[in-house]
């Protein structure tokens, strides 16, 4: 495989947060910054892989010309764009912060300041990791976890709910981890039950970590 080793292969990546309609003018986010996907991205690229990275909405640039970006705002886009580029795919890498739940209804106007509270209805947004562990064929598919609480117990219930061959956890309550960072701590957790406690590193270092043990598990 030399320097290449991704060569041939094809790397699906979400990256980013999503934006659920409110109205108009106002949505409900997250902290996601796209940081940890695009290292992942700029990684696969430069392993030789063919990369398509699906993303939130994100200032970032991409500097490896040779990935196929797709921006999408919310995640129901998300979703119809993993569903038509997963069938191919060798290695499906899920980094976004995907919304677990969006508005019910999106109000047509701004919505005008009145009574003393507001309720707005929310309803499941579809889980994009679960449907791609639901189809996989010979697809490596690796999840992300972000937990502030039982952090092994909760990644090790995601790993095996949703079919995945690995999963990344990085928990909120360690500093430099997570959202926005330039830095990432993680833990790995492969489908057969190992727990690889990680430094924190750059999370261009957490990126080739991920495909040197990915490389180990599918391609060695
Ligand atoms: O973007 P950065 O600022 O660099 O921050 C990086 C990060 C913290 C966002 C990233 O490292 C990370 O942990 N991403 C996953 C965050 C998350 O939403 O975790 P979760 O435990 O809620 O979701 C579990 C997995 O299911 C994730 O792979 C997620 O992409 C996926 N998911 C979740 C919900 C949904 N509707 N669809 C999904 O695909």
Known sequence: ????????KKVL????????????VRFIGNHSSGKMGFAIAETAASLGA????????????????????IDVTSAEEMFQVVKSQYPDTDIAIAAAAV????????ADQ???????????????????LKYMGEHKQNQFLVGF??????????????????????????????????????????TFITREGEILPQELKPKEAVAQDLFQLIQQKRYA
């Open 145 to 186: 976890a972000l937990e502030t609480e039982n952090e092994i117990e909760n990644a090790k219930g995601k790993l095996s709910r949703k079919n995945l061959d690995l999963i990344v956890l990085n928990s909120l309550n360690d500093t430099g981890a997570g959202f926005k960072t330039e830095t990432n701590k993680v």
């Open 50 to 69: 063919s990369v398509v990275l699906v993303c939130g909405p994100t200032h970032l640039k991409l500097t490896h010309k040779s990935v196929e970006r």
């Open 1 to 8: 495989a030399g320097k290449l080793p991704l060569r041939g």
């Open 13 to 24: 990546i979400t990256a980013g947060p999503t934006y659920e309609a409110i109205d108009p």
């Open 99 to 106: 919304a677990d739940y969006r508005p019910s209804a999106v």
């Open 110 to 128: 701004k919505i005008k300041k009145q009574a003393a509270s507001l309720q707005i209805n929310l309803e499941p947004t579809p889980d994009i």
